[in-house]
C-alpha cells in the first residue's frame, strides 16, 4: 500500500513535470522573444560584471592586465590621498556637446592648480593620437600592446618630445595635469576644474569599440602610483 502511495507521488510529479514542459514550449513556440530576452538579460549581466573583470584584473574576456607592470595615470609628490580624489562616475549625465555618458573616470587634484603634477602612461604602448579635441582639450591616446587603448584627457601640455607613433613605456611622463577643452578654440582652459579623464576603449572580436569602467582600475592602480617631485633649479 505504502509503495502504491510513493508511486502515484512520482506519476503525479511527471505529469506536471509533463504538463510544465508542453507549457513552456507553446510559450517558447508562440513567443520567441522571450529566448531574445534571456539572452539580452545575460548580455546585460555581462556588461555590468565588467566591474568585476577590472577590479579582478581582466579587462575583457581575454584581455588580462597586471599591476605589477602598469603604473596610476597621475605622479603625486607625497601622499595620494593629500593630492588626489575621484569617485566612480563612469556612466554618468554629461550635457556639452550634446547629451551623452561619461566614457571614463575623472582624476581630481585638491589644489585645482594646472600643470601642478605629471601624467604618466600607464602601461608600455604606442601613442596614438596626440592633439586638441573640443571635448577632450589637450588629449592623448596610447595603444598597449592587447590593443586595448587608453585615453588621457584635458591635458594643460604635453611632455616635451611625446609626439604620435612614439613608443612610451609605463611609468613615462607624457604631459600635465590640466583643465583645458570644452571649446573649439585650441588652448581653452578654465571651463571646469583642474583633472584628469581616464578612459579605457576595447574592441570587440566584430571591430566594434567599447568602453569599461576604469574607476576599478583605477583603485587597484593605486598601490603603483609613482612619487615625483619637481627638482628645484
Ligand atoms: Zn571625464
Redesign the pocket.
Known amino acids: 500500500m505504502k509503495s502504491m502511495k510513493n508511486n502515484l507521488g512520482i506519476y503525479k510529479a511527471l505529469v506536471i513535470y509533463t504538463y510544465l514542459l508542453v507549457i513552456i514550449a507553446i510559450l517558447l513556440y508562440k513567443f520567441p522573444g522571450l529566448i531574445q530576452y534571456n539572452v539580452k538579460h545575460m548580455e546585460n549581466n555581462k556588461a555590468l560584471s565588467h566591474e568585476n573583470y577590472i577590479s579582478g584584473g581582466y579587462l575583457s574576456d581575454t584581455t588580462k592586465f597586471s599591476i605589477d607592470d602598469m603604473y596610476f595615470p597621475v605622479a603625486v609628490d607625497g601622499n595620494i590621498d593629500e593630492k588626489l580624489y575621484y569617485y566612480d ?1 563612469y556612466g554618468g549625465e554629461r550635457t556639452y556637446g550634446g547629451e551623452r555618458t ?1 566614457e ?3 582624476i581630481m587634484t585638491k589644489n585645482n592648480v594646472r600643470g601642478e603634477l605629471p601624467i604618466v602612461s600607464v602601461c608600455d604602448g604606442i601613442v596614438e593620437k596626440i592633439g586638441w579635441l573640443e571635448l577632450g582639450g589637450y588629449r592623448l591616446g596610447i595603444r598597449d600592446k592587447s590593443g586595448v587603448y587608453y585615453y588621457y ?1 584635458h591635458l594643460y601640455r604635453y611632455e616635451d618630445g611625446i609626439t604620435e607613433g612614439m613608443t612610451v613605456y609605463a611609468g613615462q611622463v607624457i604631459g600635465y595635469i590640466g583643465d583645458t577643452g570644452y571649446s573649439k578654440v585650441e588652448g581653452t582652459t578654465g571651463n571646469f576644474d583642474v ?1 584628469l ?1 581616464f578612459g579605457i576603449y576595447l574592441t570587440d572580436s566584430k571591430g566594434t569599440e567599447y568602453t569599461v569602467n576604469p574607476y576599478f582600475m583605477l583603485k587597484k592602480l593605486e598601490k603603483s602610483v609613482i612619487n615625483y617631485s619637481f627638482k628645484n633649479q
Open positions: 562616475t561619461h571614463g573616470c575623472d584627457a583633472h579623464h
